[in-house]
């Protein structure tokens, strides 16, 4: 009994008195005496009552009970099981010391004595056994007690209490049968049963040998089903104890009952009006328990475990698929918890389940004369629900629905069909007459004010499942053109460029009071931001639309660096600046990706874009993405306030910034954040291949062009050449000085390696340069030759033609045709050419000085680096010359 001791040094240092003196302390010493030393059983009897009453009302007997009282009690249990009142006196003063006393206040760092007699108890070799015995006992009292004192020891040494009863022959039969006892003690066995089967694998499979499934069905379906007390609460708790994270639970209620019984609760009985808290409660949990069944562990992958698979097939086959879309769509008066949870099951049932996702799309909802498909009910409450919680668990649906499901994407893309006007503007309650596409654009058309901008974000982000991934989709949006209810003319346009427009719209628009909604105004940008990234990725098509509207590249340019935002969106709207860079294969001027890279470093800064990067990667949207977690389980501590999720109420700002949070969290999810982490390496990456290499000019002949044009685009492009060996100079200057910043922010030095690798880059870059210049010297030469002999037959030709014109008006007046003066002709024609071929030579002459001049400084700048000049540029240029003029046809 050393641990004893040491508490009885505790309580003498509580009461300032190790010796244990208090007035308490010599009480409950007296007390023990009796009950111990004790003749007359009356007398005995009488002191256990009088403990029990001191230790239910001060800490202070609680601790010297706890010291002192724990052997006698005990023996008693032991020794005097044919004193019914003693037993009862004995388990009823071991439950006082274990229950903390309500009204008794003392500082927060103070010894809690239930807490260190519920440890004390539990170490007791034998107590646990002891108390399990007792269950055998016929008095009602004794066994009541005796599961209120076990319940109490469970709740602070749940894992000893648990290894002592797995060690005790028949504890857990012994538990068992007491579910078949009286009301009163079944429903204790019951709470004692839910407690003790918390992440406890080997009780919870003990339990279900023993015939648990059976027995909590039974209770369920006497108390009511849904309609039923608290105790239909307790019994769908202990059942989700059972399941949680146990797949050989899972297979065996499968295999034997089956899940008929457990569906059976969703089916509302009574009035389907009226939902009480317990109503609500109890349903909340058996949706707890399906979800348990089609979700398994947090690593589980959808659709590549065999179990979830199979209970999903199974449930949806006793038709449970029905038994959801009653409670949570056609239901009007569910409670929003319950219409929530049911549609995050209706999405766990779908995920990776292609024959489950058939089923639902096929699903019709409503009366002969009013019905409806089941998607379409959903985007009905997504699209016009005051609840943001319910948003999210309607939007969950479709991204179920949507996922690796390109047949899925395609069919809900192909009623993408813009309604008349009149029809697009029609009352909600319209909307059973449209298609699943015509109301999601009709959810996309956008006016100026706050519930329209809350619409738009919403079927928004329906839009981003059905054409993530799937390029046809993509394409088919893509051809959408809707009038722009924003515009006077209501003039038809890419529901692209719509979209853009809605993103500066909503960092403009005012809330529901009026005043400015910044969080709002965030959550709607990263939606639609989202959107956008996910339209554009790998679709160069999308890309090309996106840049056919310059006013919305240059809000983008702002947005970038737009101080006043924050800096997920900058970060995101330079992702979507970024994938014009990556999959762009435009060539016009002004929209292909050098030129989207050369405006980024104009406007923005090359370092500065770069960074933007990184700044996103730091914020806690982006460092907080974690996979979905497991939900928090229903139990009796938190049933109340899980159940009480209600509509928005706009004067609380908190629930604004809860609902804040709920929406981003789901925008920025794991998934979502790694997709960006990808694209953010490879738009990185094309931007410095773009920006360092020099602009790939067309040589070849324009089909609308004609030889003047031909011969002054040429021009204008060798007198460029001798600028851009400087400009690859300086984008190389700037790389390097953007990669340097960029590792600091980073905390990364660069290797003497990767300074080595940097030099042989540019070594290839100047050589490319050099050799680039070459060809250009000898195109230029070969094009020169070729339009002065051009230029010369064509002159020919003229004067040629202008005789036989003069001949021919001569004769026709009848007169002397003179003959032509032959070498003033040539003469001339000689002149002219001449000094044409002095002009252009002239300006090549100062393109090629200008050529020298720069190969001179680079040449420099290889020597600093150590390289051989000479032989680095050996033979280039040597079997170029530039043709002279013939001078043989003038003789």
Same mark, same amino acid.
């Given at each position: 009994?050393?641990?004893?001791?040491?508490?009885?040094?505790?309580?003498?240092?509580?009461?300032?008195?190790?010796?244990?003196?208090?007035?308490?302390?010599?009480?409950?010493?007296?007390?023990?005496?009796?009950?111990? &030393?004790?003749?007359?059983?009356?007398?005995?009897?009488?002191?256990?009552?009088?403990?029990?009453? !001191?230790?239910?009302?001060?800490?202070?007997?609680?601790?010297?009970?706890?010291?002192?009282?724990?052997?006698?009690?005990?023996?008693?249990?032991?020794?005097?099981?044919?004193?019914?009142?003693?037993?009862?006196?004995?388990?009823?003063?071991?439950?006082?010391?274990?229950?903390?006393?309500?009204?008794?206040?003392?500082?927060?760092?103070?010894?809690?004595?239930?807490?260190?007699?519920?440890?004390?108890?539990?170490?007791?070799?034998?107590?646990?056994?002891?108390?399990?015995?007792?269950?055998?006992?016929?008095?009602?009292?004794?066994?009541?007690?005796?599961?209120?004192?076990?319940?109490?020891?469970?709740?602070?040494?749940?894992?000893?209490?648990?290894?002592?009863?797995?060690?005790?022959?028949?504890?857990?039969?012994?538990?068992?049968?007491?579910?078949?006892?009286?009301?009163?003690?079944?429903?204790?066995?019951?709470?004692?049963?839910?407690?003790?089967?918390?992440?406890?694998?080997?009780?919870?499979?003990?339990?279900?040998?023993?015939?648990?499934?059976?027995?909590?069905?039974?209770?369920?379906?006497?108390? /009511?089903?849904?309609? /039923?007390?608290?105790?239909?609460?307790?019994?769908?708790?202990?059942?989700?104890?059972?399941?949680?994270?146990?797949?050989?639970?899972?297979?065996?209620?499968?295999?034997?009952? /089956?899940?008929?019984?457990?569906?059976?609760?969703?089916?509302?009985?009574?009035?389907?009006?009226?939902?009480?808290?317990?109503?609500?409660? &109890?349903?909340?949990?058996?949706?707890?328990?399906?979800?348990?069944?089609?979700?398994?562990?947090?690593?589980?992958?959808?659709?590549?475990?065999?179990?979830?698979?199979?209970?999903?097939?199974?449930?949806?086959?006793?038709?449970?698929?029905?038994?959801?879309?009653?409670?949570?769509?056609?239901?009007?008066?569910?409670? !929003?918890? !319950?219409?929530?949870?049911?549609?995050?099951?209706?999405?766990?049932?779908?995920?990776?389940?292609?024959?489950?996702?058939?089923?639902?799309?096929?699903?019709?909802?409503?009366?002969?004369?009013?019905?409806?498909?089941?998607?379409?009910?959903?985007?009905?409450?997504?699209?016009?629900?005051?609840?943001?919680?319910?948003?999210?668990?309607?939007?969950?649906?479709?991204?179920?629905?949507?996922?690796?499901?390109?047949?899925?994407?395609?069919?809900?893309?192909?009623?993408?069909?813009?309604?008349?006007?009149?029809?697009?503007?029609?009352?909600?309650?319209?909307?059973?007459?449209?298609?699943?596409?015509?109301?999601?654009?009709?959810?996309?058309?956008?006016?100026?004010?706050?519930?329209?901008?809350?619409?738009?974000?919403?079927?928004?982000?329906?839009?981003?499942?059905?054409?993530?991934?799937?390029?046809?989709?993509?394409?088919?949006?893509?051809?959408?053109?809707?009038?722009?209810?924003?515009?006077?003319?209501?003039?038809?346009?890419?529901?692209?460029?719509?979209?853009?427009?809605?993103?500066?719209?909503?960092?403009?628009?005012?809330?529901?009071?009026?005043?400015?909604?910044?969080?709002? &105004?965030?959550?709607?940008?990263?939606?639609?931001?989202?959107?956008?990234?996910?339209?554009?990725?790998?679709?160069?098509?999308?890309?090309?639309?996106?840049?056919?509207?310059?006013?919305?590249?240059?809000?983008?340019?702002?947005?970038?660096?737009?101080?006043?935002?924050?800096?997920?969106?900058?970060?995101?709207?330079? !992702?979507?600046?970024?994938?014009?860079?990556?999959?762009?294969?435009?060539?016009?001027?002004?929209?292909?990706?050098?030129?989207?890279?050369?405006?980024?470093?104009?406007?923005?800064?090359?370092?500065?874009?770069?960074?933007?990067?990184?700044?996103?990667?730091?914020?806690?949207?982006?460092?907080?993405?974690?996979?979905?977690?497991?939900?928090?389980?229903?139990?009796?501590?938190?049933?109340?306030?899980?159940?009480?999720?209600?509509?928005?109420?706009?004067?609380?700002?908190?629930?604004?910034?809860?609902?804040?949070?709920?929406?981003?969290?789901?925008?920025?999810?794991?998934?979502?954040?790694?997709?960006?982490?990808?694209?953010?390496?490879?738009?990185?990456?094309?931007?410095?291949?773009?920006?360092?290499?020099?602009?790939?000019?067309?040589?070849?002949?324009?089909?609308?062009?004609?030889?003047?044009?031909?011969?002054?685009?040429?021009?204008?492009?060798?007198?460029?050449?001798?600028?851009?060996?400087?400009?690859?100079? &300086?984008?190389?200057?700037?790389?390097?000085?953007?990669?340097?910043?960029?590792?600091?922010?980073?905390?990364?030095?660069?290797?003497?390696?990767?300074?080595?690798?940097?030099?042989?880059?540019?070594?290839?870059?100047?050589?490319?340069?050099?050799?680039?210049?070459?060809?250009?010297?000898?195109?230029?030469?070969?094009?020169?030759?070729?339009?002065?002999?051009?230029?010369?037959?064509?002159?020919?030709?003229?004067?040629?033609?202008?005789?036989?014109?003069?001949?021919?008006?001569?004769?026709?007046?009848?007169?002397?045709?003179?003959?032509?003066?032959?070498?003033?002709?040539?003469?001339?024609?000689?002149?002219?050419?001449?000094?044409?071929?002095?002009?252009?030579?002239?300006?090549?002459?100062?393109?090629?000085?200008?050529?020298?001049?720069?190969?001179?400084?680079?040449?420099?700048?290889?020597?600093?680096?150590?390289?051989?000049?000479?032989?680095?540029?050996?033979?280039?240029?040597?079997?170029?010359?530039?043709?002279?003029?013939?001078?043989?046809?003038?003789?």
């Amino acid at each position: 009994m050393n641990l004893v001791s040491g508490y009885k040094g505790v309580v003498g240092r509580m009461f300032g008195n190790e010796n244990s003196g208090s007035s308490e302390d010599s009480y409950v010493e007296r007390l023990l005496d009796r009950i111990s &030393n004790g003749v007359l059983a009356e007398d005995r009897r009488d002191a256990i009552i009088e403990l029990q009453s !001191v230790v239910a009302e001060t800490r202070g007997a609680q601790l010297a009970f706890g010291a002192m009282g724990f052997p006698v009690l005990l023996r008693v249990l032991k020794e005097e099981r044919e004193d019914v009142e003693m037993v009862r006196g004995a388990l009823e003063t071991f439950l006082s010391a274990l229950t903390p006393i309500a009204h008794a206040k003392g500082p927060l760092n103070e010894v809690q004595p239930d807490i260190m007699n519920t440890d004390l108890l539990s170490r007791e070799a034998e107590s646990i056994s002891l108390l399990l015995s007792l269950l055998s006992e016929e008095d009602f009292y004794v066994r009541y007690y005796t599961l209120q004192l076990l319940t109490a020891l469970l709740t602070n040494s749940r894992n000893r209490l648990q290894e002592a009863i797995l060690t005790t022959p028949r504890g857990i039969t012994r538990l068992m049968d007491m579910l078949m006892d009286r009301e009163v003690i079944r429903n204790e066995a019951l709470l004692l049963l839910t407690y003790l089967t918390r992440e406890a694998e080997e009780i919870q499979k003990i339990l279900v040998f023993e015939g648990a499934f059976e027995k909590i069905f039974s209770i369920i379906k006497e108390e /009511g089903g849904s309609e /039923g007390g608290v105790v239909v609460q307790d019994c769908l708790e202990l059942l989700n104890n059972l399941l949680r994270n146990n797949t050989s639970n899972q297979v065996l209620l499968r295999e034997t009952i /089956g899940f008929e019984p457990l569906i059976s609760i969703l089916k509302l009985r009574g009035s389907a009006h009226s939902f009480t808290q317990q109503k609500t409660i &109890n349903l909340l949990s058996v949706l707890e328990t399906i979800s348990l069944l089609i979700t398994g562990v947090p690593e589980t992958v959808a659709g590549k475990d065999g179990n979830i698979l199979t209970n999903k097939t199974v449930l949806v086959q006793r038709q449970v698929l029905d038994n959801l879309l009653l409670l949570g769509v056609e239901n009007q008066w569910a409670p !929003v918890a !319950v219409r929530c949870a049911t549609f995050r099951c209706i999405g766990d049932l779908i995920a990776g389940h292609r024959k489950n996702i058939d089923a639902l799309a096929r699903k019709v909802l409503g009366d002969p004369l009013h019905e409806e498909y089941a998607l379409n009910s959903v985007l009905q409450i997504l699209l016009r629900t005051s609840s943001v919680q319910e948003f999210l668990a309607a939007d969950y649906i479709f991204e179920c629905f949507c996922e690796k499901n390109p047949d899925g994407q395609i069919m809900l893309a192909s009623t993408l069909i813009p309604q008349p006007h009149l029809m697009s503007h029609a009352p909600h309650e319209e909307d059973v007459n449209m298609s699943f596409g015509s109301m999601l654009l009709r959810g996309l058309t956008l006016t100026e004010n706050y519930g329209d901008l809350e619409t738009c974000c919403r079927a928004s982000g329906v839009l981003t499942h059905v054409i993530k991934d799937n390029l046809s989709c993509k394409e088919k949006v893509l051809k959408i053109e809707t009038a722009a209810a924003m515009s006077p003319l209501g003039t038809p346009e890419p529901l692209l460029h719509q979209t853009m427009k809605y993103l500066a719209v909503a960092s403009s628009l005012k809330g529901r009071d009026g005043k400015s909604s910044t969080l709002s &105004n965030f959550h709607c940008q990263s939606i639609i931001l989202k959107l956008l990234i996910t339209w554009l990725f790998n679709s160069p098509s999308a890309v090309q639309c996106f840049l056919d509207s310059r006013p919305r590249l240059t809000y983008l340019f702002e947005l970038v660096s737009n101080p006043d935002t924050t800096m997920w969106i900058r970060g995101m709207a330079a !992702v979507l600046l970024g994938e014009c860079v990556v999959f762009n294969n435009n060539s016009d001027a002004g929209k292909d990706s050098f030129s989207i890279v050369d405006s980024i470093n104009q406007k923005i800064g090359l370092t500065s874009y770069l960074l933007k990067f990184e700044d996103m990667q730091k914020t806690f949207r982006f460092s907080s993405a974690k996979p979905d977690q497991p939900r928090k389980p229903l139990t009796r501590s938190n049933a109340a306030s899980m159940s009480e999720i209600e509509d928005v109420d706009d004067s609380e700002e908190s629930d604004e910034r809860t609902e804040e949070h709920s929406v981003l969290s789901s925008v920025f999810d794991s998934q979502f954040v790694n997709f960006i982490k990808s694209l953010e390496a490879d738009i990185k990456e094309s931007t410095l291949q773009v920006y360092t290499r020099p602009c790939q000019q067309n040589w070849n002949k324009g089909s609308a062009e004609n030889d003047t044009d031909y011969a002054k685009r040429l021009k204008a492009v060798v007198r460029k050449q001798h600028s851009e060996i400087q400009d690859l100079l &300086n984008r190389i200057a700037t790389v390097s000085g953007s990669s340097s910043k960029i590792g600091d922010a980073a905390g990364v030095s660069l290797s003497e390696q990767q300074v080595g690798n940097s030099e042989e880059t540019l070594r290839k870059n100047l050589q490319e340069v050099s050799e680039h210049l070459e060809m250009s010297i000898m195109e230029k030469s070969q094009t020169e030759s070729d339009l002065k002999s051009l230029s010369y037959a064509y002159n020919s030709l003229e004067q040629a033609n202008y005789q036989l014109e003069n001949e021919i008006k001569a004769l026709k007046a009848g007169g002397v045709v003179p003959p032509p003066d032959i070498e003033s002709i040539k003469a001339k024609t000689r002149e002219e050419s001449q000094k044409e071929s002095e002009a252009e030579l002239n300006d090549l002459l100062v393109c090629l000085g200008q050529e020298q001049s720069k190969v001179e400084k680079l040449s420099s700048r290889l020597t600093e680096l150590g390289e051989d000049v000479e032989q680095l540029l050996e033979g280039i240029g040597e079997d170029v010359e530039l043709p002279e003029d013939d001078e043989s046809d003038e003789a």
